[in-house]
Each structure stands twice: as C-alpha cells, then as structure tokens.
C-alpha cells in the first residue's frame, strides 16, 4: 500500500511540475512580445532621431525633426502596443478573416468583398495630397519597422494571438490606413438596415398607420405619407418572409444593428460662458466595447505644433482631441449617407438589369475567399449604377427584395476619391475654427458632427458627402426604391455649404447627443433616423442650470446618469398603478408589484450601479415593449430589441391612435394600456427574482450592467477569458449622458453594458494644461501587460488623467523613453 501511495505522490508531483513547466514555457514565449519602452533601435526610414516618451500611463509623446519622422513614430508605437488588433482590422476591411478563423468568419469577409472597400481605399491613395501621402508612407515605414525588430529579435510573433492564430503579417501599406477610416464608416452606417427594417415592418403590420408609431421620427419632425412597401411591388407575397427569425451574430463581426451605429455626447461653452474666461469643450465618442478599446492616446508634435488625444491604431491621425489652439471632437451625425435599390433584372438575360434607358450589363469580377482547413470559395462581385450588388442572405435583404430583382446600395462611403485622411491631417494642423471648418470640406464618410472651438470661438459643423436625392424620390430613402426610375437615383452630391453649420450661437454654448440638428424639408434633410431623442434634454437642462461653466461641470455632465427617459415615462406608463388596489399579503405577487411601484415612485431616475431602481425599471420597459410588439409583428419583434421612449410614449398618449398597441389581438378581451403595463411589471418581477431573488431593496443595476470589453477572439475561451476579458459594473443606461448601452434583447445578460464611450476628453483653452482625458481599458493590446487595463478602473469611476503639450512635464513623468535612430546606408 505504501508503495502505491509514494508512485501516486511521484505521478502527482510529476503533473505539477510539468505544468509549472509548461505554464512557464507558455509565459515566457508570450512576454517575448511585450515591448521595451525604454530602449534605442536603429531603423530604416527615418531622417534624423525620434523619440517616444510615455508617461507613466503609457501615452506616447512623439517628438520628430520632421512631420514624417513623427508619423513614422506613431506607426512605430501604434504597432508596438496594438499590432493584433491593427491586423484583424485590417484583415477584416479586406475580407479575408477567413484565412485566419475558417467558415466562422466567412459571411463577414463575403459583405466586405461585395463593398469591395479595400480596392476603393487603394485607389484613393493617389488623391491625397502631397503632405497626407508623406505622412501615410511614414507611418507605415513605422509599423513596418517593428515588424522587422519582431522577425529579427524573435519578439514572440509580436503579440500573444499569434501563437494561437499564426496568421502571416504583411507589411503596412498607405492604403491600409484609409481602409481602416473606411471600416468606421461601416460601424458607423445604419441606414441601410434601417431602411430593409422600415420595409419589413410595412410588410409585417396589418394597419399601415401603426408604421409611424414602431419607427417614429424623431419628435417635432414632419414628413408626408409614403406608399406601404407592398404598393410598390405588389407581385410578392410578403406576409410570410416578412416574419423570419433573427440570424446571429459573430464577436468579429463589425456590423452593428441600427441602435448601435454609433452615439456621443460633445459640447462646448464661447468665453462669456465659461468662469475661467476661456473657451471650453467636452466629447467622448461612444462605439461597442472590447478588450483592447478601439482608442488609443497619443501626443505629436509636428511642424503647426503639438497634438494630442484619441487615435485609432491604424489610423495615423488624432481623431479627437486639441492643438494649443484649436479643441475638436465628433459624434455620428446620422445623415442618410445611404440607399438601397432595387434593381429588375431582364427577365431574358440575368446579366443584366434595368435602367432609365433599358437593360444594360452588371459590372462583374471575380473574388476568391480562401478558408482555413476548407475549400476556398469563389465570388461573383457585381455592380449596377447605383453601386454593388447584396444577395439576399446580407442584411435580411430576401425578405423586401421581389423574384427577378436584386439589391444594390449607394453610399458615400463607396468612394474612390475619398479624401477623408487628407482632411483629417488638415485638421490637426487647422489654427482657429475656420480653418477647421474648412478643413471637413474634404472629409467624404463617415460622416461627423464636428465640434470646434478655438480660443474665443465655438462651432458645430456636419462632415462628410450628403448625396443629392431629387424631391419626386419615392421612399425619400426611408426604404428601398425601384432603381431604374431617374428620380430615385443619386444626382451626385450637395456642396458642402449645404452642410448644417452652427457658429458662435448667441448663447454662448452648443453640443450634440446624436440629436436632430436641423429640421429641414426633404431633401435638403438630413436623415428621419436620429440616434437620440432623450439624451438632450438631460444636456441641455445641465447646461441651462448654470450661467458660467467650468472644466468640472463639463465632466459632471460627461457623467451624470439621471435618466429623463425614465422621469418621464414612468409618471405616464404608472399612472393608474400607483398607490391603488388593495393591500397585498407577503410573498404574494401582488405584494412584490407594489413594492416595486413604491421603489421606483420614490426614485429620481438616477442610474446609479448601486441603486435598485434602474434594474426594476430596465426590466418593467423591456417586458413592456415586447408585450406591446409581439402579437403584432411576431418574430420581427426580435429586431425591436431595445425599448423605444418614442413609441412608448405615442402608446400611452395613445397619439393618431397608438393606443391600439396595447389590446392583445388573439384575446378575446380588449386589453387596456394599463392592463397591459400592469403584466409587464409582473413579468419583469418574475425575471428578476428568477436570477436575483425577491429582495428588490437589494437589488443591484451595477451587477447585471456590467461593462463588457471582451477579447473579440479570446474572450470566449475557457479560463483563457478570465485573463482577458475586463468586466465592471456601472452605472449609466441608454439614455443617460453617462450613457451605457445595454446588450438588448431577452436573453439572461440583456442588460450587459455594450456600448459606450471609450475615451472622454475635457478642455480648458483658458489653462490648457489642465485638460484630461481617458480611455476605457488601457493602452497596450498584450493581456500580459499592466497597460492592458489599468486605466479602466479610473474609466469606471470617472476619474480622469491630465493631458500635456508641456514637453517638460510629459519628460519629467516619463517612464520610458524609445529612441529610433535612421540606419546606417
């Protein structure tokens, strides 16, 4: 028996050590890839010495003699601390994720071949301008140069995925970074699904009047009756594929449903509204979470001066953040920058499709897919006038387009002379608000809204081609049109004076929350889809409240979570729950309801992580709406995933006759509005104590609104994920400033926090040195690394980092200094 035990301690020993062993071959292959931030390096490329000073949160300080030294720089760190994740972005606008992730991955690289971004970004390389195309080579000589450090110091393939992933990196090309730009106008484009939404929904709803209740415009908006879907091609039977279940959706993916297009908050205040006599601005840009973010701090210094703020690792341009003079931030302007056509194909010859002046042949290529471990897959990419060609399997396109007919999409973004990047580097450079405003005349998509504010002035300006439509378009663009009638197509695009423009207001302060900007007739609209209806009406009491504004009301406000969704619905939604019936037992379910009701009739609306409040009234809205929607639009109530105010609002006001929502069509009995908000509380309540109990008092919203900045490839491994995945509870909603997008739907982690701002930046030209900023999660994409998250807890609790253009102060803080000299010829 002894003998045994001792052979069983040996084999048990003997596991131990080989998996310290083997844990600690896996860590020391895997740190080979963290960078050395204080260290000098002879490189190919450069005129004269750059340096890298970071400071001890990691921000790069990039000091070069020339502008292309310091672009060369950037490229330089941005591959040092996120080179993962600049070649899966890459490798996604290209459409060749396949080659890495196998047939997961191939309907994403199959959307992307169709838009054919990369070829278009290759060619819109010749149409930058000389100082653009400098920067654009230099930068990638940069990302190239840590290339060759990692393959001729074995640095680990350069960063952790790549041991799982052995993927091959080719070298960085101009064209790579205005791909990039080009992808974010995919993540931030929602008209198109919108419009294949709007279509469907025609289709779905038995009363057409309903159409404007389920997809409202946003409030004080006007528009004339549009034709159901139907009328416009009435040969289909749409009733049945109108009502198909939702396709899921993969991590890589970067296609967003339309409430996740993107949103933000920025504002600024003129000098006679600010107490330190100088001008002020605020913005924090809000996009889907991952770990690591999309954003990434940076300082250069170029010949018009120092710059400093967001960047975007691929992008060599600070997409947000100040010069000594001139402040600037964006929010996704949500202008119609797309449409969608349906194009006849010629009963007698497939190849061809109709227009205004008769059949004519698509224009066609050829697309090869490769796929790991499988067959490679050929496309046939075709073009009509108004642009490529989407089969049906896309965007639920199968369910609005007829037999016979395809679908095509114009958008702004397919440009070949895209001068977005020529516009942004005009804009670092830009000295006062004009010449900012006259540097977003060459900015092509994504389109923005544009804060500016220089030392006195401050102005919002919209950014990006706004397509000229004819006023006799028959679905204004709401929908899908017929393609081959002159009036629906695109006649080119407006001047950029017909862009919405605020400068210097009267009162002294402006902002933008994804709000309607202008309310103008179409079609010098700018779109009927905006991203906020609630958020501004919080912004604009905070800066109403105030006469002057400081650095420190700008960040309150950047953080304030009090929901006016929230104070305003519930008072409407409640009004015949409250305080009334008779007293309830314990544990009964009546009893829980008025608990409940006495919870929230005493709350403020604040969204507070600790709070019990914004769980019960989360959950209430959710049951609410799908108890509204399900008998009616059946499975497609899946796509209505998050509550709508609006239309929660029009039902309760019962406006032209929402009201009808609330009766249950397959009852017998006609169900009142108050009957129907009275059973989605008790839903709610029976959800809530199935996964937290019945203690509402203590209840927490920070434990089911957890940010979720998740590895998009590792994130779901085993054990792995722990490592990878950072997670917080927070405070905030979908309709705060603070705001935190929940995941939606009905499943268990409906209430995950999603989607946010990722980096928040506040300025004070009157000391400017006492401007801060943050990202959420940190500044390197190596996991190993203590950079990977150690701004996130500052992130959480709203706690910000000073940001410097003394080059004496980011010296004297710094922790690291990367010196590249040129080689040697």
Same mark, same amino acid.
């Given at each position: 028996?002894?003998?045994?035990?001792?052979?069983?301690?040996?084999?048990?020993?003997?596991?131990?050590?080989?998996?310290?062993?083997?844990?600690?071959?896996?860590?020391?292959?895997?740190?080979?890839?963290?960078?050395?931030?204080?260290?000098?390096?002879?490189?190919?490329?450069?005129?004269?010495?750059?340096?890298?000073?970071?400071?001890?949160?990691?921000?790069?300080?990039?000091?070069?003699?020339?502008?292309?030294?310091?672009?060369?720089?950037?490229?330089?760190?941005?591959?040092?601390?996120?080179?993962?994740?600049?070649?899966?972005?890459?490798?996604?606008?290209?459409?060749?994720?396949?080659?890495?992730?196998?047939?997961?991955?191939?309907?994403?690289?199959?959307?992307?071949?169709?838009?054919?971004?990369?070829?278009?970004?290759?060619?819109?390389?010749?149409?930058?301008?000389?100082?653009?195309?400098?920067?654009?080579?230099?930068?990638?000589?940069?990302?190239?140069?840590?290339?060759?450090?990692?393959?001729?110091?074995?640095?680990?393939?350069?960063?952790?995925?790549?041991?799982?992933?052995?993927?091959?990196?080719?070298?960085?090309?101009?064209?790579?970074?205005?791909?990039?730009?080009?992808?974010?106008?995919?993540?931030?484009?929602?008209?198109?699904?919108?419009?294949?939404?709007?279509?469907?929904?025609?289709?779905?709803?038995?009363?057409?009047?309903?159409?404007?209740?389920?997809?409202?415009?946003?409030?004080?908006?006007?528009?004339?009756?549009?034709?159901?879907?139907?009328?416009?091609?009435?040969?289909?039977?749409?009733?049945?594929?109108?009502?198909?279940?939702?396709?899921?959706?993969?991590?890589?993916?970067?296609?967003?449903?339309?409430?996740?297009?993107?949103?933000?908050?920025?504002?600024?205040?003129?000098?006679?509204?600010?107490?330190?006599?100088?001008?002020?601005?605020?913005?924090?840009?809000?996009?889907?979470?991952?770990?690591?973010?999309?954003?990434?701090?940076?300082?250069?210094?170029?010949?018009?001066?120092?710059?400093?703020?967001?960047?975007?690792?691929?992008?060599?341009?600070?997409?947000?953040?100040?010069?000594?003079?001139?402040?600037?931030?964006?929010?996704?302007?949500?202008?119609?920058?797309?449409?969608?056509?349906?194009?006849?194909?010629?009963?007698?010859?497939?190849?061809?499709?109709?227009?205004?002046?008769?059949?004519?042949?698509?224009?066609?290529?050829?697309?090869?897919?490769?796929?790991?471990?499988?067959?490679?897959?050929?496309?046939?990419?075709?073009?009509?006038?108004?642009?490529?060609?989407?089969?049906?399997?896309?965007?639920?396109?199968?369910?609005?387009?007829?037999?016979?007919?395809?679908?095509?999409?114009?958008?702004?973004?397919?440009?070949?002379?895209?001068?977005?990047?020529?516009?942004?580097?005009?804009?670092?450079?830009?000295?006062?608000?004009?010449?900012?405003?006259?540097?977003?005349?060459?900015?092509?998509?994504?389109?923005?809204?544009?804060?500016?504010?220089?030392?006195?002035?401050?102005?919002?300006?919209?950014?990006?081609?706004?397509?000229?439509?004819?006023?006799?378009?028959?679905?204004?663009?709401?929908?899908?049109?017929?393609?081959?009638?002159?009036?629906?197509?695109?006649?080119?695009?407006?001047?950029?004076?017909?862009?919405?423009?605020?400068?210097?207001?009267?009162?002294?302060?402006?902002?933008?929350?994804?709000?309607?900007?202008?309310?103008?007739?179409?079609?010098?609209?700018?779109?009927?889809?905006?991203?906020?209806?609630?958020?501004?009406?919080?912004?604009?009491?905070?800066?109403?409240?105030?006469?002057?504004?400081?650095?420190?009301?700008?960040?309150?406000?950047?953080?304030?979570?009090?929901?006016?969704?929230?104070?305003?619905?519930?008072?409407?939604?409640?009004?015949?729950?409250?305080?009334?019936?008779?007293?309830?037992?314990?544990?009964?379910?009546?009893?829980?309801?008025?608990?409940?009701?006495?919870?929230?009739?005493?709350?403020?609306?604040?969204?507070?992580?600790?709070?019990?409040?914004?769980?019960?009234?989360?959950?209430?809205?959710?049951?609410?709406?799908?108890?509204?929607?399900?008998?009616?639009?059946?499975?497609?109530?899946?796509?209505?995933?998050?509550?709508?105010?609006?239309?929660?609002?029009?039902?309760?006001?019962?406006?032209?006759?929402?009201?009808?929502?609330?009766?249950?069509?397959?009852?017998?009995?006609?169900?009142?509005?108050?009957?129907?908000?009275?059973?989605?509380?008790? *839903?709610? $309540?029976?959800?809530?104590?199935? =996964?937290?109990?019945?203690?509402?008092? %203590? !209840?927490?919203? #920070?434990? &089911?609104?957890?940010?979720?900045?998740?590895?998009?490839?590792?994130?779901?491994?085993?054990?792995?994920?722990?490592?990878?995945?950072?997670?917080?509870?927070?405070?905030?909603?979908?309709?705060?400033?603070?705001?935190?997008?929940?995941?939606?739907?009905?499943?268990?982690?409906?209430?995950?926090?999603?989607?946010?701002?990722?980096?928040?930046?506040?300025?004070?030209?009157?000391?400017?040195?006492?401007?801060?900023?943050?990202?959420?999660?940190?500044?390197?994409?190596?996991?190993?690394?203590?950079?990977? *998250?150690? $701004?996130?807890?500052?992130?959480? =609790?709203?706690?910000?980092?000073?940001? %410097? !253009?003394?080059? #004496?102060? &980011?010296?004297?803080?710094?922790?690291?200094?990367?010196?590249?000299?040129?080689?040697?010829?």
């Amino acid at each position: 028996m002894s003998q045994v035990m001792k052979w069983l301690l040996r084999l048990a020993g003997g596991a131990v050590l080989l998996a310290v062993l083997v844990l600690s071959g896996a860590y020391f292959l895997l740190s080979r890839s963290l960078p050395d931030y204080d260290a000098r390096l002879s490189v190919s490329g450069l005129n004269a010495p750059v340096e890298i000073v970071r400071n001890n949160a990691n921000v790069p300080h990039i000091f070069g003699t020339t502008d292309p030294d310091t672009f060369f720089g950037l490229g330089y760190a941005h591959a040092q601390d996120r080179l993962w994740q600049m070649m899966m972005m890459r490798r996604t606008v290209q459409g060749r994720l396949s080659e890495v992730f196998g047939a997961r991955t191939l309907n994403i690289d199959k959307v992307l071949r169709r838009f054919d971004l990369y070829t278009l970004a290759r060619q819109s390389v010749e149409v930058q301008d000389e100082a653009t195309l400098a920067a654009l080579r230099a930068y990638s000589a940069g990302v190239n140069a840590r290339l060759a450090e990692i393959n001729a110091s074995a640095l680990g393939r350069g960063a952790p995925e790549q041991f799982l992933f052995n993927a091959p990196i080719a070298p960085w090309q101009p064209a790579d970074s205005i791909a990039l730009v080009k992808l974010m106008a995919v993540q931030l484009s929602s008209h198109l699904e919108n419009e294949v939404l709007f279509a469907r929904s025609s289709l779905a709803l038995e009363d057409a009047a309903r159409l404007d209740d389920i997809m409202p415009l946003a409030p004080g908006s006007g528009i004339a009756a549009l034709p159901g879907y139907a009328s416009l091609f009435p040969t289909e039977s749409w009733r049945r594929v109108a009502r198909a279940e939702p396709a899921p959706k993969d991590p890589l993916s970067p296609f967003h449903k339309r409430a996740f297009a993107g949103a933000s908050n920025a504002f600024a205040a003129a000098p006679a509204r600010s107490a330190s006599g100088g001008t002020l601005m605020a913005n924090d840009p809000h996009l889907g979470f991952s770990a690591p973010g999309i954003w990434y701090l940076a300082r250069l210094e170029l010949r018009s001066g120092g710059v400093i703020g967001g960047t975007i690792p691929g992008i060599p341009v600070v997409l947000t953040g100040r010069s000594a003079r001139l402040g600037w931030g964006v929010t996704s302007s949500y202008m119609d920058d797309q449409d969608l056509f349906i194009e006849e194909l010629n009963p007698a010859n497939p190849s061809e499709y109709r227009t205004p002046d008769g059949f004519k042949p698509f224009r066609t290529s050829r697309s090869i897919i490769q796929i790991k471990d499988e067959a490679p897959v050929t496309l046939t990419l075709r073009w009509s006038d108004n642009g490529p060609i989407l089969p049906g399997t896309h965007y639920d396109l199968a369910e609005v387009t007829p037999a016979g007919h395809v679908a095509a999409l114009s958008w702004t973004a397919l440009s070949a002379q895209d001068t977005t990047m020529t516009g942004a580097m005009a804009l670092m450079r830009a000295q006062s608000v004009d010449q900012g405003i006259e540097a977003g005349r060459l900015f092509v998509a994504p389109s923005q809204n544009l804060t500016l504010v220089d030392q006195e002035v401050i102005a919002l300006k919209t950014i990006g081609a706004m397509p000229r439509r004819d006023a006799r378009h028959e679905s204004q663009g709401r929908m899908p049109s017929r393609g081959w009638l002159p009036e629906n197509r695109w006649q080119g695009m407006l001047a950029y004076a017909a862009n919405p423009e605020f400068i210097a207001p009267q009162g002294g302060i402006l902002g933008n929350t994804n709000n309607k900007v202008v309310d103008r007739p179409f079609p010098l609209h700018m779109s009927f889809l905006w991203g906020d209806t609630q958020r501004v009406h919080r912004w604009r009491r905070l800066m109403q409240n105030r006469e002057v504004h400081t650095r420190d009301s700008f960040i309150e406000a950047q953080l304030d979570t009090v929901s006016f969704t929230a104070r305003s619905l519930l008072p409407l939604i409640g009004a015949d729950l409250w305080f009334t019936g008779e007293a309830a037992t314990e544990d009964t379910p009546e009893r829980l309801r008025q608990r409940a009701l006495t919870l929230l009739a005493e709350w403020n609306g604040e969204m507070n992580e600790h709070l019990p409040e914004p769980l019960i009234y989360a959950a209430w809205m959710r049951a609410l709406q799908d108890r509204l929607i399900r008998d009616d639009l059946g499975p497609l109530a899946h796509e209505f995933d998050h509550p709508d105010p609006v239309f929660i609002e029009r039902v309760f006001r019962d406006a032209d006759g929402a009201s009808a929502w609330c009766d249950v069509k397959q009852s017998s009995p006609i169900e009142t509005c108050t009957d129907i908000a009275r059973m989605a509380l008790d *839903d709610a $309540l029976i959800w809530i104590s199935e =996964r937290y109990g019945t203690s509402l008092e %203590s !209840l927490r919203w #920070g434990d &089911a609104h957890q940010a979720t900045h998740d590895h998009q490839v590792l994130g779901e491994v085993p054990l792995l994920r722990y490592f990878v995945n950072i997670r917080q509870s927070t405070s905030g909603g979908d309709n705060t400033l603070l705001r935190g997008r929940t995941r939606g739907g009905d499943g268990p982690d409906a209430f995950q926090n999603v989607h946010g701002a990722g980096y928040r930046g506040v300025y004070d030209f009157a000391d400017p040195d006492s401007s801060v900023f943050v990202i959420a999660t940190g500044q390197s994409g190596h996991f190993l690394s203590r950079h990977y *998250d150690d $701004l996130s807890q500052l992130w959480r =609790r709203g706690e910000y980092i000073p940001m %410097s !253009l003394d080059e #004496g102060l &980011a010296r004297a803080a710094a922790v690291g200094i990367t010196t590249l000299t040129p080689a040697a010829p």
